[in-house]
């Protein structure tokens, strides 16, 4: 199975809440094996955490090894 990497584009809404544009998750329907489910879990709390934090702008969540 091939890494998942994910493109998280934060932003802030009218209203100053944060919310995030996410580019490269699997389809819906998508075969995981349990690393990649890991791994997709691992990528999207991080990316979570950061956009709590105020992040704001393109960042990259690539794949851990």
Do not use: N, S
């Not at 998508?30 to 960042?59: C, F, S, T, W, Y």
């Amino acid at each position: 199975m091939q890494p998942i990497q994910l493109t998280v584009e934060h932003l802030h809404g009218l209203d100053g809440k944060p919310f995030m544009v996410v580019e490269g998750l699997p389809r819906l329907g998508a075969k995981l094996d349990p690393e990649q489910a890991l791994q997709l879990g691992r990528q999207l709390i991080q990316a979570a955490i950061v956009a709590q934090q105020g992040e704001r702008g393109i960042r990259i969540y690539p794949a851990e090894d």
